[in-house]
């Protein structure tokens, strides 16, 4: 692994999968998504170059943008009644963001259940707090949520660098250090490369997702 996730390639910036995930600040999976319906998202093709498959940059903001365009545009009307430590089903989840059916939920909620239920017939329940609910319809807009971060329990407060896009990037390249045993003492290099910020924003976001993930850090 060695750790890129933007390169010039014929004098074009060219993403990898980690690089879209974090130019976009979606998640990993969230990219991989996109690419498996590629027809239903409109996601960019991509090409092999050393192994790997990437996407030209200027295809990625292209997509990205008319994304959240159509995201904007199915916004709905939410309902802010309620105590926002009620725990909602997928119904009712989708009743608070205006949705006719639990169908339209977002995958920020599907992939991210607060709680999990497995009944009696072995189908799985996701329920979310209601305030979880209106943290995802505020991100839409981009307004200040009123609720606890997405994911937050307890007393403990989000790192600063919680909501940064470039933190998944940290993350996957710690967490791939970690399974190969490698040294980490270089990774604020290769991160401040990856994603073209200083060394002392690389080693903080590395701090950031150490923190995040449990492990000592780099």
């Given at each position: 692994?060695?750790?890129?996730?933007?390169?010039?390639?014929?004098?074009?910036?060219?993403?990898?999968?980690?690089?879209?995930?974090?130019?976009?600040?979606?998640?990993?999976?969230?990219?991989?998504?996109?690419?498996?319906?590629?027809?239903?998202?409109?996601?960019p093709e991509g090409f092999a170059h050393d192994g790997r498959e990437w996407f030209w940059l200027d295809d990625i903001e292209a997509f990205h943008a008319a994304h959240l365009r159509a995201k904007r545009a199915e916004l709905t009307r939410v309902d802010r009644r309620g105590d926002p430590e009620d725990l909602l089903g997928s119904g009712a989840a989708a009743k608070v963001l205006g949705y006719g059916s639990y169908r339209n939920?977002?995958?920020?909620?599907?992939?991210?259940?607060?709680?999990?239920?497995?009944?009696?017939?072995?189908?799985?329940?996701?329920?979310?707090?209601?305030?979880?609910?209106?943290?995802?319809?505020?991100?839409?807009?981009?307004?200040?949520?009123?609720?606890?971060?997405?994911?937050?329990?307890?007393?403990?407060?989000?790192?600063?660098?919680?909501?940064?896009?470039?933190?998944?990037?940290?993350?996957?390249?710690?967490?791939?250090?970690?399974?190969?045993?490698q040294d980490r003492r270089g990774l604020g290099v290769i991160l401040a490369q990856q994603l073209g910020i200083t060394p002392r924003t690389a080693q903080r976001l590395l701090a950031a997702a150490a923190d995040a993930t449990g492990a000592a850090p780099a």
């Open positions: 692994m060695n750790g890129v996730a933007r390169q010039v390639i014929d004098g074009r910036i060219a993403l990898d999968r980690a690089g879209v995930a974090a130019h976009t600040g979606a998640a990993y999976s969230t990219v991989i998504h996109w690419r498996s319906h590629r027809a239903r998202f409109g996601f939920l977002p995958d920020t909620l599907l992939h991210h259940p607060d709680r999990v239920e497995t009944l009696p017939d072995g189908r799985v329940r996701r329920l979310w707090f209601r305030r979880t609910v209106w943290a995802v319809a505020d991100a839409r807009t981009g307004r200040q949520s009123t609720g606890r971060p997405l994911g937050a329990s307890g007393a403990r407060q989000p790192h600063p660098y919680a909501d940064d896009p470039r933190l998944r990037a940290a993350v996957t390249l710690l967490a791939e250090a970690n399974a190969a045993g």
